[in-house]
């Protein structure tokens, strides 16, 4: 995907690296098809909003309300569909799509408009599309019994499995909209003259203004796209637990965009990169879902993850510092 | 001129939420009164036959119950807390914080004082962080009444609970030891490690395989967390079928057993790893019917929440609770007082034969 490796992500793939072989001299377990499996499967969620977020950040902006903007989208196109009796996977991420869609272009031009930080005004729209779900819509929760059947067959869908010791593993299908995501993000942002508008006003918005880069516009595209994503993330979550909570999701929002951070996305905008953002969400699933291999208690969990978080973004930015240096930019 | 046209529109907007906000609010004060008023005479009937306390009138007590999240366990405790207003007329209403942690349950808790009604029900999160509000608020006069937090049932005037937590565990216990005959590896879940009754019925469960199945065996000292979530218990299985492949059986003490089914069938473990898990029918008839879960435990949240908020004014109107009364709900029609417990006797097994009897 990328022609050099830059050196934030060959960090991170050497904090990956060295972690995964202090986990399986613990335990050789660890050493399994199904691990690569597991970890695709359990965060296939979270890649498709940290690319959306990705693309946010890029243009120098933040969005802390993906994750209300995709259990609106999946709620309530489920919602309908349960209503409804429609029983189609392409309905629910189009409707989920586009719910995510309006909800994205709703702040983009509230960002537009009042000219605040994007932090403020999606801090704001993430408790506002929550609480309208909520009182308007519906707040019920809805069991495997009451969903569409189609949503069952996705969320246990298989590419292809394999047997292990004691039944088998499969790749799900989750992954295929994970790498449609991934390359339409890529080929915006490296091929057309949005995405190149989009690292421009990143960068500085004003000499983007004076080439000819129109910031509204492009503002309005990114929120949107962002907001598409995380419909579609909905539906998959939703297909995953097998399970509608009108309280889910919403929460964890923060976890994704230091995933993005740790992906050596700058938070001032105009740099950032699909592979980084990707292997940021990795080192937190590897974390997370490693704990009971080396025979750590749920206890150690937050304290085990804040840490390695805490030394992940150390690292990331002492290595843009010694680059700094050698450019004689000093920062501080 | 645009700037000024804007404003005017935003605050005529304001104004009109406000008006609309509040006139809802009259009409429903406006419907809960005549229903009410309905309901009076015939409750007034019946407590003066009941009891010689004849101003215990229960419309004139406001009871709020506080639940620990929105989801379908809770949505049935408030179906109710219902049924509870229109059998009795007490004002009874139920607060939903928006997320599952004490400190939005605290924050409805002081709005309830500062509101002075008459008695606070609460199923904790955490019921050692709720302590000192609770203490706030009997101070200021309300009663409290708690469900499913016998660790703290001193600082409060009744703790109602569907039955005898060791039981329950054992009860856990005994239907995994004869799902998994008797013998191999099992892992034991919680909602979270704060969670006193997920913790007791864990412990005793454990305690209960360890006396009478020495064959059966805890791969960790400690349960695992799914932090109430199908998405925590579904990732916490992959992971312990993965360290532990040889595992035979789960037990999940919180409401989540699906998640470790979904987990199971992806493996293709269903029916052969066994699930015993505390269950919702609406959220695990399926797993039940399919196989993947073998035993579902549960007590009927609206019968205990329907108890509870009647215990609570029953204490608010000073008729008291004591061993024997009648809390008019199914399996709390005469609860076993001990201290400041109140016990029932409402545990409800679910097989893939009776699930389809329950519609909660």
Redesign the interface.
Known sequence: MTKKIDQFQKMLLIIIVIYSVFVSVKNPQFLQVQTVFDIVKTSSTTMIVAIGLLVVMISGGIDVSFMAIALFGSYTSLLVMINTGINSLVFAFALSMLIGTCLGLVNALLINWLKLPPFIITLGTQNLFHGIMTTFISDKSFGSGVLPSCLHEFGQGTLFKVATENGSAGLTVSLIPVLLAGIATYFVLRKTMIGRGIVAIGNDEESARRAGFNPFKIRLFVYAYSGALAGMMGIIYAAQVNALYPNKMVGDELMVVAAVVIGGTKITGGQGKIFGAVLGVLIIYLLNSTLILIGLSSSWNNLFVGAILVIAVAVTSYQERVKNRSHLIFTE | MKKKLVSVILSVTMIATLLVGCGTKTADAGDTTTTTEKAETTEAADTAESTENVSADPADYKVVMIVK????WF?DMATGIDQLKKDTGLNVSVQ?P???DAASQISIMEDLIAQDVDAICVVPNDPNALVPTIQKARDAGIVVVTHEAPGTADSVDLDIEAFVNESFGQLFAENLAKAMDGKGKYAGFVGG?TMETHMAWYEAAVKYLEENYPDMENV??????DGN???GA???A???L??Y??IAGFFDCSAQG??IC?AL?????AG?VKVVSLA?P??????LKDGSMSHGLCWRPADAGYAACYAAYLIASGQGVETGTDLKATGYDSVELEGNIGYGNAPLEFTADNIDDYNF
């Open positions: 999240q929105s989801d379908s949505d939903v928006e997320t599952g490690l960790a000292t400690e349960p695992y967390e979530s199908v998405e579904h990732d916490k992959l992971e312990v993965k360290a492949p040889d699906g998640g979904e069938q992806e493996n293709d473990l052969t919702l609406s959220m695990s008839s399926t797993y």
